[in-house]
């Protein structure tokens, strides 16, 4: 079956830019999406189609993709902005939607 | 206000049963694709269930295959998720999440129903 990895964690000072990746083979054909996850909360969409920002989330969050690997892009790091990430893709061979493992992001 | 609420959560023995209630309020039901999503404590999201807008699809991970079901009944706004033959390694947060479809993921989420199974 289709295999989605994550790093565990990453951290960042404020002010700084965090880089979570979401790899996987041919991830460009998956439709990507990205979850914010506080402790607590539910997850929340921050990125949907690989790049699109819902209506709400501030434009610090990006997303990009390039061969085997998505990218969520956090610029200007906040202390509110420390949650788990994860993305989400669709499996076609499997007929399933997958989610990644998630990476932890701490502010420093 | 759009809103998702789950209930029928609880503390069950394994092999016992469980179905869990999801309603939507301010919005139609019929008009969405729903989704069904757990998290094991400190742990990460795993998708189990896809339903269409008229229950006529559905998808499931091979996880609960033969276990769990999924249903919906638009005219009370809710989707179901029947959990049967549960397993300590079902204890999760479950979550309902409305499926915008592959383009635009899940859009809104309820707060959860926390499913405990103790031996």
């Known amino acids: 079956s289709y295999v989605v990895t994550q790093p565990p964690s990453v951290s960042v000072a404020p002010g700084k830019t965090a880089t979570i990746t979401c790899g996987g083979n041919n991830i460009g054909t998956k439709y990507v999406h990205w979850y914010q996850q506080k402790p607590g909360q539910a997850p929340l969409l921050v990125i949907y189609?690989?790049?699109v920002r819902p209506s709400g989330i501030p434009e610090r969050f990006s997303g990009h993709i390039s061969g085997n690997t998505a990218t969520l892009t956090i610029s200007s790091v906040e202390a509110g902005d420390e949650a788990g990430y994860y993305c989400q893709v669709w499996d076609s061979s499997g007929v399933q939607y997958l989610f990644g493992p998630g990476t932890q992001l701490t502010v420093l | 206000e759009e809103k998702l609420e789950e209930s029928g959560g609880g503390f069950v023995r394994p092999g016992e049963s469980l179905r869990l209630s999801c309603v939507a309020s301010g919005f139609t039901l019929s008009s969405y694709e729903m989704v069904w999503v757990r998290q094991p404590p400190g742990q990460g999201l795993e998708w189990l269930f896809y339903?269409?807008?008229?229950?006529?699809?559905?998808y499931s991970a091979d996880s609960v295959k033969g276990r769990f079901t999924i249903s919906r009944d638009n005219a009370l706004n809710s989707v179901f998720l029947q959990m049967n033959s549960l397993r300590v390694e079902d204890t999760a947060l479950y979550y309902c999440?409305?499926?915008?479809?592959?383009?635009?993921?899940?859009?809104?989420w309820g707060r959860g129903a926390q499913v405990t199974v103790f031996s």
């Open positions: 999440a409305r499926d915008r479809g592959l383009r635009l993921g899940f859009d809104l």
């Open positions: 189609y690989y790049r």
């Open positions: 339903i269409s807008q008229n229950g006529d699809t559905v």
